[in-house]
């Protein structure tokens, strides 16, 4: 019966553990950049997520300085650069990321409701990168096809809809794990199979089946 | 063939290892434009026919019809061609940025027609801008960090330089063991070698 009740509270605190580890904001930064790094759209940008993290970053290097200042074991400092680079690290591949995807789909992102998912300093940059691409284009190929042909977005003015921008593609298959709790999903193509997350379950399916889960949350990829 | 030219132009893209940038094929390119203006002349002068013949543009499918349509459809492959081979030569040089830095080696550079280096330009001033509103530079950690420190051998004559936390006389073919941050730019620039143990 007492051991009963021990394992009770074991599993209690196991349960707290899991949930302060899943709060923190390395944790949180790790999720969000897994998630960029796997979905093939660009995610809402993490505003305070980022914010916070540059914050703790520089806490972190003044504490490392700190330590060298007033002679710490140097296994320690190293211990906490190495926590540090492993931090900056992760912060500065999530940005990459979101650039890089940012490069790849630049029209077609500055097109749609995407654009609203960019942070401030990104949308100038899309920017920058969509005029100096369409300069580019223009000048070494648009400018030399004859007259109809020359539009970026369209293969000739006959062309009924923007057909020559790129676009991510949605319905690629993910690896993702529901998040804590049990998600039911429609999938194939007229929603008429389900998909049953257990908690914690892992599943391989398209990207378009899961995008709003993702977008709240309920599912994470990895 | 009509648009046989163009497809070269993408097989040579392709055949190139992956990052590696061939150098711009002019010629080809040239005339795969002239390609282009003489399917449109042909266009134009098939749609004229068949106005002059009095008949209605959008119902008529007579043999000029098709032949126009052709020459239509030669012309819009032929772009695609092109624009995809310009398209993916920039993302070559994009990438470039994070590979080698703002400045481009003179071998590469003589592969870049004169909108292509004006395109890395303005694409790079771009990033820097976007690196120097957040106060973070992106293109340092590339790879995920194992240990703050690397060893490193000098390529070049370098000479003595302030780094974050020592200044070594980086002579040539000396052995350091530097902050990876550190050692980065240098490597990227091809100025060291990191050794494996």
Redesign the interface.
Same mark, same amino acid.
């Given at each position: 019966m007492a051991s009963g009740s021990e394992e009770g509270t074991e599993l209690e605190t196991e349960d707290i553990d899991k949930s302060i580890r899943l709060t923190t904001d390395v944790e949180l930064l790790k999720q969000a950049w897994r998630n960029e790094k796997a979905s093939p759209e660009i995610l809402k940008f993490q505003a305070d997520l980022v914010q916070r993290s540059?914050e703790q970053i520089q806490l972190m290097e003044d504490t490392v300085e700190d330590y !060298?200042g007033n002679g710490t074991d140097p296994l320690t400092i190293?211990l906490y *650069?190495?926590d540090l680079?492993?931090y900056? +690290?992760l912060?500065?591949?999530y940005?990459?990321t979101r650039?890089q995807k940012i490069?790849?789909y630049t029209i077609h992102i500055s097109k749609t409701e995407m654009w609203n998912r960019l942070s401030r300093?990104?949308q100038? +940059?899309a920017k920058?990168?969509k005029?100096?691409?369409e300069?580019?284009?223009t *000048?070494?190929?648009?400018s030399?096809?004859? !007259?109809g042909?020359r539009s970026i977005l369209q *293969?000739?003015a006959?062309s009924d809809a923007e057909d020559?921008v790129p676009e991510p593609q949605l319905d690629t298959f993910v690896f993702c794990k529901s998040n804590q709790y049990r998600e039911v999903v429609q999938v194939g193509e007229s929603g008429d199979e389900q998909f049953d997350f257990a908690v914690d379950g892992l599943g391989v399916i398209r990207y378009t089946a899961i995008r709003e889960l993702v977008e709240t949350g309920k599912v994470d990829l990895v | 063939m009509y648009g046989r030219r163009g497809t070269q132009l993408l097989k040579e893209l392709s055949s190139c290892e992956t990052g590696q940038l061939p150098a711009l094929n002019t010629d080809t390119f040239d005339e795969v434009?002239k390609e282009?203006?003489a399917?449109?002349s042909e266009v134009q002068s098939l749609t004229g026919k068949i106005q002059e013949e009095g008949l209605d543009l959008a119902t008529t499918r007579n043999a000029d019809y098709f032949g126009a349509a052709i020459h239509?459809y030669s012309?819009?492959r032929n772009?695609?061609c092109?624009?995809a081979y310009?398209?993916n030569r920039? &993302?070559i040089i994009?990438s470039l940025r994070w590979k080698v830095g703002r400045i481009l080696p003179q071998e590469i550079s003589v592969k870049l027609?004169h909108? &292509?280096e &004006?395109?890395f330009k303005?694409?790079s001033?771009?990033?820097e801008?976007?690196m120097s509103?957040?106060e973070?530079d992106?293109t340092?950690?590339m790879v995920?960090?194992k240990?703050?420190y690397i060893k490193v051998r000098v390529l070049d004559d370098i000479g003595t330089l302030l780094l974050s936390?020592q200044s070594p006389n980086l002579a040539r073919h000396s052995i350091h063991f530097l902050k990876?941050?550190d050692a980065e730019q240098f490597i990227s620039q091809g100025l060291m070698e990191e050794l494996s143990d």
């Open positions: 540059k !060298e190293s *650069q190495m680079d492993r900056q +690290f912060l500065r591949s940005l990459r650039l490069e790849k300093p990104e100038k +940059f920058r990168c005029d100096s691409m300069k580019h284009l *000048q070494s190929v648009l030399k096809l004859p !007259e042909y *293969q000739s006959s020559m | 434009i282009c203006k399917h449109s239509h012309i819009i772009k695609r092109l624009m310009m398209y920039a &993302e994009q027609n909108s &292509e &004006e395109y303005n694409h001033s771009a990033l801008s976007y509103d957040l973070l992106l340092v950690d995920p960090p240990d703050p936390d990876r941050t």
